[in-house]
């Protein structure tokens, strides 16, 4: 979500730093009763919590570190400010429990890698939060490697990934924060590198931990010179009641989309 902020950078010989000061913080949006992702207890959205006195006024601070050197771009950031990702305090209300979003203050360093081999890119990011419950370490660590012209004209890429964060669905006070608590990523990207710029992305995540799986398929191609048709497919499968993901795993769908472009 995008907030009002002052963003100043200085570059060099030495890589970029970024700095940043934010305020006006916008609040997220949760699906109703009807939407799609939603938990088994409405989320009153217009009565949310604020850990800071300033609420969505508070001023946040950022700064960010990025270079490269030769094949290898990496970077490093701090972040002080509102969380972007609430907790929740269950309130009993005449028509029955709801949650308010609970917005706390936090702190959180993370750096982030990328290095090219070939045809070959393997990329890391990691965080550490603390002010959030007990801290934290996530981590997704992976790779792609492409086949180029693996059929005919068509390039085949492989990913592979691993999520990890050590929070439980209890330490986080939401199962919503820990869907990616032990996970293991697949996938499969075809570029058919064809006028009509067509391309399918197959992939599958599964909870080492649960057993339970969340795939989808992605693919578009352009018709003529102004129009896009796409096909977007999510199955979700909760294991086990513990799972969170077993809060949306009847969520599942299938999604058509054609996109005109104009020309003004």
Excluded: C
């Excluded at 979003?101 to 750096?111: A, C, I, N, R």
């Excluded at 660590?141 to 990890?164: I, M, R, S, W």
């Excluded at 996970?183 to 931990?209: K, M, Q």
Aim: proline share 4%; aromatic share 14%; charged share 25%.
């Amino acid at each position: 979500l995008g907030q009002p902020m002052l963003n100043v950078n200085v570059f060099g010989d030495w890589g970029k730093l970024g700095l940043f000061v934010m305020t006006g913080f916008r609040e997220r949006t949760f699906p109703d009763a009807e939407g799609r992702f939603r938990g088994p207890f409405p989320i009153d959205v217009d009565n949310a919590i604020y850990e800071a006195d300033a609420e969505e006024w508070h001023v946040d601070f950022a700064v960010r570190y990025e270079h490269s050197i030769d094949a290898l771009d990496f970077g490093v950031s701090y972040f002080y400010g509102t969380n972007r990702e609430p907790g929740f305090v269950p309130v009993m209300t005449p028509s029955g429990m709801v949650l308010r979003p609970y917005y706390e203050l936090m702190s959180q360093f993370g750096v982030d890698a990328a290095y090219a081999i070939g045809d070959l890119i393997l990329k890391g990011e990691a965080i550490y939060r603390w002010g959030q419950g007990d801290p934290f370490f996530a981590t997704v660590v992976g790779g792609e490697y492409t086949f180029k012209q693996a059929f005919d004209d068509v390039d085949l890429g492989l990913l592979l990934e691993y999520n990890f964060d050590d929070r439980s669905a209890a330490a986080a006070g939401t199962a919503f924060n820990a869907l990616f608590d032990n996970d293991v990523f697949g996938g499969i990207r075809l570029s058919f590198n064809d006028e009509s710029d067509t391309h399918i992305l197959l992939g599958a995540l599964v909870d080492v931990n649960e057993g339970s799986s969340y795939l989808y398929v992605e693919s578009s191609t352009r018709i003529a010179d102004d129009w896009r048709l796409g096909v977007e497919a999510r199955v979700l499968t909760g294991e086990s009641a513990t799972d969170p993901l077993s809060l949306v795993d009847r969520d599942s769908y299938v999604q058509l989309r054609a996109t005109k472009y104009f020309s003004l």
